[in-house]
């Protein structure tokens, strides 16, 4: 079983910047991939950057966050972060992180991130 856990959201001014930070627990050996997406009130749940630990790490973000998100990771820990520079009122969201080992998907609870206008 994998346990994923969240941390690091809050309350934001738009232009602010916040770290969000996701460890894994449990059978993790060898995860393909860790990342992150988003889901704003009333709406689905979108895709907003991964890193995949095989093939060296590469990262790939969704267009609307490009240049004001980072994401990185250790593998050898399971944990992955996101670096959001420059936030908007329309970053405002619920942020789960993902990890993806053997074809499965494992979620964490979400953090609640708010940028206010």
């Known amino acids: 079983q994998v346990q994923l856990v969240e941390s690091g959201g809050g309350l934001v001014q738009a232009g602010g910047s916040l770290r969000l930070s996701c460890a894994a627990s449990?059978?993790?050996?060898?995860?393909?991939?860790m990342g992150w997406f988003r889901q704003a009130p009333g709406k689905g749940r979108d895709f907003v950057a991964i890193?995949?630990?095989?093939?060296?790490?590469?990262?790939y973000y969704a267009d609307s966050v490009k240049g004001r998100f980072t994401i990185s990771g250790d593998n050898a820990n399971d944990t992955v972060y996101l670096q959001m520079n420059s936030l908007k009122p329309e970053d405002t969201a619920v942020y789960y992180c993902?990890?993806?080992?053997?074809?499965?998907?494992?979620w964490g609870k979400g953090t609640l991130v708010t940028v206010s206008s």
């Open positions: 993902n990890l993806v080992l053997n074809g499965a998907n494992y």
């Open positions: 449990g059978r993790t050996s060898s995860s393909n991939s």
């Open positions: 890193i995949r630990w095989s093939g060296g790490g590469h990262t």
